[in-house]
């Protein structure tokens, strides 16, 4: 009798627990029988226990807990797996960029071109160089354009203009990066000749990739600042173009920095505008208004499309490359992530 | 007080030159964008003439470009397959499943990889994936090559429309995901709540109240994220070895080729009406990438429109 009143309506955690080791004891036993000449993997053990796991536990949950329940248990297990399988090849490319990358990343990498270098050696100082040239030129132009845009949207923008800008705005998001770099060559070609390659073109090339990701975060942020500082500026008789310059951009300026800072991290690990209009070089070039000139992305593309006679040391280049955009753009991302923070209580204390 | 109507002309005039500006870079904007168009189609203009003898195209642009197109669109299409259930999954998991301090975390780590550059997975999917998926085509092909899509010859480096597809599923995974996660933030939380009060499992509960109000918002998600899929060029140009074939096989190594990856490959190296075709081909991925971005537009202000009404 009072086995009928204690009989489990739910699954203990304890009885999911053992469910969960016997799974995978039975992946384990299965891959150690089955295995012929290969050797056994843990994180394939794991997964082939947890598709087990799965087949024990869907059945018991059903016949101890309803069908309803064990659909419940079912779309859990299938959203953490979701998770999981999404984290392997993203854990995986993390990993490997490290690993690899470690090989060459040392001061010969940073401190010199690939000028007259076959086989080992070498550097990317040029790429770096130029990386940093191209970048700048490029915020120099959109940050300026972008954040004038989107005061213009935010605090005069009425009417059947600022629709237009908005609407251009998010056509200009989906350009396709090598959309960019083929307006940026059609643009100079016809003023410098059908060969044309330049750092500047590079430049315009990302700026138009830029300026809509300047304008959509700035316009966000000065949205954020509250009606009433305006207000109570104006009140105070400051004409507008000062309350804009004194009270609204003062007090998103954390935000406008943070979103400025994600726009350069989002263009400085583009390669195929770069491909297109700077070319690729193995010296150094400081010009950005003459003649090819490596950056970073590329270097890694070109390092790993065009391998020499030692195919390895182009490959370990190529990996320290990648290791070090992505340092870069992580760096960009915390820095962006830590001004922020730091000025989150101009906006609201 | 009596200097008061000279105090505020000035400003005025301050006023007009500031306005005057903002309005300026508004107009640069639209003007790049006519530039950005009409440069392009000024360029691509002497490649669309039939009697055009251009070297890589001798059958003319259309036949140039055509199954370009199909790989492009074949090869996103792939990638949505697989990304668009994922993302919903972590971005369920990421708001309705995670504990909220994990939650947070995980979300900033997903904006983290959304900056990943292409050139990065272009080499992860040649150098680490490629090899480590190239068995399990094999597999596939032994046991399921009866089926159309897994015929044909296995490509003996895995470099494969397939494997392209992944390589582009992982690439449009975070923002995809992060879009998800935030339509499913959006939901009413007295919704879920009254759900769960009927006595709903969490599943019944997303069921009930989360998926039908998140369902448009998911939608420009994929549509988006198909944007981004159609114009990936470094990771496509890195991985695929293409042969401007039209064909479904997924496992071969005669793959369709995508349009931004043939630019990529064979601009460096082109002159004359080659890169007049190379700029008409940009010109038709433009197209593509604006209409499949529109639509996604559309569906928000919609659903924006919609969300109002209620």
């Known amino acids: 009798m009072t086995t009928v009143l204690t009989r489990a309506t739910t699954l203990t955690r304890g009885t999911v627990i053992a469910l969960f080791i016997s799974g995978m004891a039975i992946s384990y036993f299965v891959a150690a029988i089955s295995r012929g000449d290969g050797e056994i993997v843990p994180l394939g053990i794991f997964a082939l226990g947890l598709v087990v796991f799965g087949m024990l536990v869907i059945p018991t949950s059903w016949v101890v807990e309803g069908r309803r329940k064990a659909i419940n248990r079912t779309m859990t297990g299938l959203v953490f797996s979701a998770f999981g399988f999404a984290l392997v090849p993203l854990v995986s490319l993390v990993w490997t960029v490290v690993t690899l990358g470690l090989a060459r990343f040392d001061g010969e990498f940073f401190g010199s071109s690939m000028r007259n270098v076959v086989g080992e050696g070498g550097g990317a100082l040029h790429a770096i160089i130029g990386t940093v040239e191209i970048t700048l030129i490029a915020a120099l132009i959109s940050i300026p354009i972008g954040l004038l845009t989107s005061v213009y949207l935010v605090e005069y923008g009425r009417g059947r203009f600022s629709k237009w800008v908005t609407t251009m705005v998010d056509v200009m998001t989906g350009i396709p990066s090598i959309v960019a770099g083929l307006f940026a060559f059609a643009l100079f070609s016809v003023f410098f000749g059908p060969g044309v390659r330049m750092g500047f073109a590079g430049a315009v090339a990302l700026s138009v990739l830029m300026i809509p990701v300047v304008v959509r975060s700035s316009e966000e942020m000065l949205r954020l600042v509250p009606n009433e500082l305006r207000e109570a500026s104006l009140a105070l008789g400051v004409p507008k173009w000062l309350t804009i310059l004194r009270v609204v951009i003062p007090t998103a300026i954390g935000g406008l920095v943070t979103g400025i800072m994600i726009a350069i991290a989002r263009v400085i690990g583009e390669t195929a505008p770069l491909l297109i209009v700077a070319g690729f070089t193995q010296s150094m070039n400081y010009n950005p208004f003459s003649e090819r000139m490596m950056t970073l992305p590329v270097f890694v593309y070109n390092s790993y499309s065009s391998q020499g006679t030692d195919a390895q040391a182009y490959i370990d280049r190529a990996w320290a490359g990648a290791l070090t955009l992505i340092v870069i753009v992580m760096v960009l991302n915390l820095g962006a992530r830590i001004v922020a923070r730091v000025f989150r209580p101009a906006g609201n204390h | ?310």
């Open chain 2, 1 to 310: 007080m009596t200097s008061a109507p000279p105090a505020t002309r000035r400003p005025r005039r301050g006023d007009r030159i500031f306005r005057g500006i903002s309005i300026g870079a508004g107009v640069v904007i639209l003007s790049v964008l006519v530039l950005v168009a009409a440069f392009l189609v000024f360029k691509a203009i002497p490649a669309l003439d039939p009697s055009a003898q251009i070297e890589s195209t001798p059958d003319g642009f259309l036949a140039f470009v055509g199954p370009l197109v199909f790989g492009t669109l074949f090869s996103a299409t792939l990638a949505l397959i697989f990304a668009t259930p994922l993302s919903i999954g972590i971005g369920l998991f990421i708001s309705h499943y995670a504990p909220r301090r994990i939650a947070s975390v995980l979300g900033y780590v997903i904006d983290l990889l959304a900056a990943i550059p292409s050139v990065v997975f272009g080499l992860w999917g040649i150098q680490v994936f490629a090899p480590f998926i190239q068995p399990v085509y094999l597999w596939l092909h032994d046991n399921l090559g009866f089926l159309p899509i897994f015929e044909g010859e296995v490509s003996g480096t895995g470099r494969t429309i397939l494997t392209v597809g992944v390589v582009l599923a992982i690439m449009i995974l975070p923002i995809m995901s992060a879009l998800a996660r935030e339509v499913f933030l959006q939901t009413p939380r007295l919704h879920e709540e009254a759900a769960l009060a009927l006595g709903a499992t969490r599943w019944e509960m997303i069921q009930m109240a989360v998926l039908p109000f998140a369902r448009s918002g998911l939608l420009s998600a994929a549509m988006l994220g198909l944007g981004r899929a159609l114009g990936e060029t470094m990771a496509v140009a890195m991985v695929l070895s293409p042969a401007a074939a039209v064909s479904f096989k997924l496992l071969t190594s005669e793959n369709p080729s995508t349009i931004a990856s043939t630019i990529a490959l064979d601009f460096p190296e082109a002159s004359g009406l080659d890169v007049n075709a190379l700029i008409a081909a940009g010109l038709v991925l433009f197209a593509i990438t604006m209409v499949v971005n529109s639509f996604a537009r559309a569906i928000v202000t919609r659903q924006r429109i919609k969300m109002g009404e209620n």
